[in-house]
Structures are given as structure tokens and as C-alpha cells.
């Protein structure tokens, strides 16, 4: 948990979030409406999609590839800003 936090400390959360909106805008058609509800995790660096059945399923296989970066995270079928908020208030 200690290292989440300083990973995200350390991140350029307005760059996760410009970068990974454009490249889920870029690519939503492939998994809207046939995954929707479903979640991704997208390295913007690498442009690798993880899909999964919730946030922490997307996020736990991304981390099995990359396991020192930050994702975003979109829900898949509903507006970024959103599926941002709803994880954020989900975590409090």
C-alpha cells in the first residue's frame, strides 16, 4: 500500500488522465457496448489496454506486466469524468 501511495504521489496524474482519455476515445468502439460496465486499465505509455470485470481486476493485470506505474482507469460505456469520479468516491 505504501508504494501505491508514492507511485501516485510521484505521478503526473494530468498526464494519466489527458493521455489515457485520448487513448480509450481512440479505442472504445472495440470494447462499447459489447464490455460495457467492464473496466480498463491503460498503460499510457505503452498504449496496453487490461480489461476486467472491475477496476481492481483491470488494474491487478496491468500491475502483473508493469508493476511500479499508475493506470487510468475508465469504465467502459460511461463518459471518463464519470467512471473517474465514481472510482474516486469509491475509495473514500
Not at 498504449?47 to 506486466?65: D, F, H, N, P, W
Amino acid at each position: 500500500m505504501k508504494n501505491n501511495d508514492t507511485l501516485i504521489k510521484k505521478a503526473d496524474v494530468q498526464k494519466i488522465a489527458d493521455n489515457g482519455t485520448r487513448i480509450y476515445e481512440k479505442v472504445k468502439t472495440e470494447y462499447d457496448p459489447k464490455e460495457k460496465g467492464k473496466f480498463l486499465a491503460i498503460d499510457i505509455d505503452s498504449k496496453k489496454l487490461y480489461l476486467g470485470k472491475t477496476s481492481i481486476e483491470a488494474v491487478e493485470k496491468a500491475k502483473q506486466v508493469h508493476p511500479n506505474k499508475v493506470f487510468f482507469v475508465v469504465k467502459i460505456g460511461y463518459d471518463t469524468v464519470e467512471s473517474m469520479a465514481r472510482l474516486f468516491s469509491k475509495t473514500k
